[in-house]
Structure formats: structure tokens, C-alpha cells
């Protein structure tokens, strides 16, 4: 148990900081802006109080907002996945249980589900990041193509690094 | 009493999420409003302080293209000096500026961190308050325009970018007189100006340089290049699309522009508008 929190709180601190030092400075003809930190709340484990979860995707997305200026906008679209998290769970792998009580990976249910699901999670996150971020319909297909492009590098982005850190054995 | 207790704890996730959620969008309000506030000084303090660390290490990978943008400026200042300049011995002569007074005063910072692909951009600088650093002075670099301070704290300060939404510069190309450029969330690299009269003569690679208009920058200072230009039918305005001569992705030093001379303008145009 102690370990865990350690891991998650290794986890947390890792991920802002490469967020903020790293991939804020990755850009590609301001199409594609990777965003990798949805991965914490992604693979919080499942037993996680669903109040810690949305407390925790507020301190996350807030912490690299400052940054950037756009902490309301990062909370909000972090909360809002932290939010719908269990009902999506709940839908694509109904009856998984989570016996040992650690972070969500790619053996726990298979990789096909876990890719579907860090797509779709990372697909509405950055559907709501990009468009309240616009917050008009003026741009419309862009916008749309900038979360269509994005949400592929962050997808790819956030499984290869679980597949090189996935720990087969644990 | 005992059946309200029992239906928030039943839905007490959903109302923290509902609450979270206000408590966002309040922050994205007041960040997308110009105006200071104490929040904004706070969070400025914190991650300017890391982003300087971080700027640190990260520059030594710059020096080189730091070092060719500083010997370029050096050579424009010597171009200014007097022994620059081929003074004849008549007896009259016209003397374009000599102890003229002075407008605009600079104040040297470094760019401790800066965001290109947002919609709206802000760099952070390592001077603040302690340096005499206000806000809504303007911001250049050797090669161009960079934006407009924002918030002021202790010893950093937030600029709004040229790469923002609202940001609008009083500019001039070729002919034409004031026009306003704007930029609008595609590229980094060009910004546009959408009230240019079609009978201003128009060619590419025309410069366009800052207005004496709005005391922001010192006028005359080149801010891109015409890069193409259209008229649409039935209108009678030109949409010019301008290459900036800023490379805003690699910005490393700026200069603060202190307008001596603006409070000044500004009392009068009050003024004017009170009438």
C-alpha cells in the first residue's frame, strides 16, 4: 500500500514535469500540441474514492495549466475525464476486478481494451481542452483537425510508454 | 433532514465534480481577461522560478543562435555610432536628431518560458516590480515585436504574445497609414491585416514597420514581411498575410520598452474623448 503511494506520487510529479519541460515545447506547425499528463489519471487503480480521483485530475491539470496560462482550462478537462472514468470502465470491461489494487495497465485487460480506452479518454479530453479553448464555432474545422492530430501523437505518446514501462511480471 | 444528509452523500462525487468544475471555469474567465490580479502574481512567482532553472540548463543549447543574434545587433548600434556617420563642413546642415529628448527606455530580460501553439500565448520574463517593470509596456526583440506586459510580480513578468488572440499592433506598410495587425491561432510564423484600402499600392516583400501611433513600441521598427495579399470581390479591403520577422520560437532575450513619454499622449487622448 505504502509502495503504491509512492509510486503515484513518483507518478504525478514525473508526468508534470515532463509535461511542462518537455512536450510544451513540442509543436508542429501549431497543429500538434502532445499532452502526455492524462495518462495519471488514466492508470489510477480502480479502487481509487472517486473523490480522491477528481481532487487529484484538479491539483494535476491546474499544476500545468499555471504554466501555460490555461489552468482553468486543463482542470476542467481533467476533471471531466476523471469524472466519466468509471462509467467508461464500467462499459468497456464490465465485470474486470481489481484484486491487487495497483495502477491500470496493459495486462490487466488486455491490449486491445486498454488501447480503445486511452483513445477515447484522450479523444474527449482534448475535444474539450481544444474546443472550450476556441470557444466558437469561427474555427471550427480546424479545431477539429487540431484534436483529430493531437489526440494521435498523445495516444501514441501515452501507450508507448506504457508498453516500455509495463512490468510483466507485477 | 436525515434524507438530505443521505442523498449528497450518495451524490457527493457529483456535486465535487460540479464544483471543480465552476471552480475551472472561473479560472479560464479571469485568465482570459487582461486585467492583474493577485492569483495570477502567485502563479507567476511559482512557475517562474522553476521555469528559470529549467531556462538555464536549456540555453546553453542556444548559445550559438543567441551569439548570431546578438553580433547582428551589435552591428545595426554601430551603424548608429557617430564614427559610423560622414560629417561634411558646411556651414549649414540638417540636424535630424541630437540631443533630442528621449521617448522610449529599454530594460534587457531573458524569456524564461514561452508557448508558440496555444491559441493564446504567453512568455514569462525574469524582470519584475524590482526592476521597474509595469504593466502594458511593450516588448521587442532584435528582430522584431514581441508582445505586451501583462502581469507584473515581485521579479517576473507575464507578456501577452503577438501569438494571441487579442493582440493587436498599430502598424504600417509601404503607403498605407495606422492599420492594425492582428493574428489569429494558425501558425506561428505569420500574422495578418485586414484593413488595408485597395488603393494602397501593395507589393510582397513590403516591410511592415510599428506605428507612431500607440506608444507601445518605438516606431519605425520592422515587424515582417508582406507575404502575400488579396482582395476579395466586393470588398474593399486588402487581407494581407505578414511573414514575422520575430522567430518566436526561439526567443531568448527581449527588451522591456519603457514609453517615457506616453503618459503624457495618453492624459491628452483621455481628454479628447471626455469632450
Redesign the interface.
Known sequence: MNNLIVRLVLRFIGYLLLQ??VL?NV?L??L??PYFYPLFILVLPLRTP??LT??L??AM??LV?????????H??AL??IA?IRPTIIAVLFPGVNDEDNSELNLGKFGPVNFIMYVLLMVFIHHFIFFS???WSFS?FF?TLLKILISSIISSLLILLAEYLFWNKKG | MRNLFSFITAYFSFFLFVFLELLAGSLIVQESSFHQSAYNNAAINLTGNVMKTYAGVQSYFHLKAINDSLAHENARLREHQLDAYQFSSDSTKLVLDSLGRPAFKYISAKVVSNTTTALNNYILLDKGKADGIQSNWGVICPNGVVGVVKDVSEHFCSVISLLHNKSKVSVRVAKSNFVSMTWKGYNASYAQIEDIAKHVPLKKGDTVYTSSETWFYPPNLMVGTVDKFELTEGSNFYFVKVKLSTDFSNLNFVYVVNPLLRNEVDSLQSKMKDE
Do not use: P
Not at chain 1, 499555471?66 to 489552468?71: P, Q, S, W, Y
Open positions: 511542462v519541460l510544451n509543436e506547425n501549431g500538434m500540441n472517486q473523490w477528481l481532487c485530475a484538479f491539470g491546474y495549466g499555471i504554466f501555460t496560462g490555461t489552468a482553468g482550462l482542470a476542467a476533471v471531466f469524472f472550450v479553448q476556441v474555427l480546424y
